[in-house]
T-cell receptor
Framework: KAGVTQTPRYLIKTRGQQVTLSCSPI?????VSWYQQTPGQGLQFLFE???????NKGNFPGRFSGRQFSNSRSEMNVSTLELGDSALYLC??????????????FGPGTRLTVL | AQSVAQPEDQVNVAEGNPLTVKCTYS??????LFWYVQYPNRGLQFLLK??????LVKGSYGFEAEFNKSQTSFHLKKPSALVSDSALYFC???????????????FGTGTQLKVEL
């Protein structure tokens, strides 16, 4: 099976702009989660989508939003970019087992730089 | 709230020697624990997980981890380290407080493993 893919791999934006990141999960996986990785804060959970519905949300401002399509592909949007949004954004997919025993498989990430 | 701690920022080991990367956890209830590895400019690769059952979990690339409930630890181990094992290792715990399923992982701060010849 193909792994999790994320596009684009690299992005450079300026403050105030908005950006959309895309994630295609492993075939058959219905859950997509997003994480932000920075040197200062480490890995932080943004949100999770399962069957087109947001199932969990982390502690990020409303500028961060996402959605999931019927084919399980997901997009993440960040509006009004700030310098502190510069990070590696990681997407992870899993079957979405309600018991919570499934494994999340990560994509290679999108490196966002805000100037 | 659930959390994991990785007390060592960096671990240095000689190739061929055993390695241990430490992780302790704090959860309410039974923990679901994971180890991931990250190579430079790459995403996270899954190594192994503990859900229930045997306390010794075997994973990818010869890694294993020992779950110790009394010490609330989940240390990652490998009998013989390779230079290619040099990478950033993360311990994580599944957040089971949200209910109704859910895939929120809480990660430790990571441990840089350096294996030298």
């Amino acid at each position: 099976k193909a792994g999790v893919t994320q596009t684009p791999r690299y992005l450079i934006k300026t403050r105030g702009q908005q950006v959309t990141l895309s994630c295609s999960p492993i075939s058959g996986h219905r859950s997509v989660s997003w994480y932000q990785q920075t040197p200062g804060q480490g890995l932080q959970f943004l949100f999770e989508y399962f069957s087109e519905t947001q199932r969990n949300k982390g502690n990020f401002p409303g500028r961060f939003s996402g959605r999931q399509f019927s084919n399980s592909r997901s997009e993440m949007n960040v509006s009004t970019l700030e310098l502190g949004d510069s990070a590696l954004y990681l997407c992870a997919s899993s079957t979405g087992d309600r018991a919570g025993t499934d494994t999340q498989y990560f994509g290679p990430g999108t490196r966002l730089t805000v100037l | 709230a659930q959390s994991v701690a990785q007390p060592e920022d960096q671990v240095n080991v000689a190739e061929g020697n055993p390695l241990t990367v430490k992780c302790t956890y704090s959860v309410s209830g039974n923990p679901y624990l994971f180890w991931y590895v990250q190579y430079p400019n790459r995403g996270l690769q899954f190594l192994l997980k503990y859900i229930t059952g045997d306390n010794l979990v075997k994973g990818s690339y010869g890694f294993e981890a020992e779950f110790n409930k009394s010490q609330t630890s989940f240390h990652l181990k490998k009998p013989s380290a390779l230079v290619s094992d040099s990478a950033l290792y993360f311990c994580a715990v599944r957040d089971r407080e949200t209910g109704g399923g859910g895939n929120k992982l809480t990660f430790g701060t990571g441990t840089q493993l350096k294996v030298e010849l």
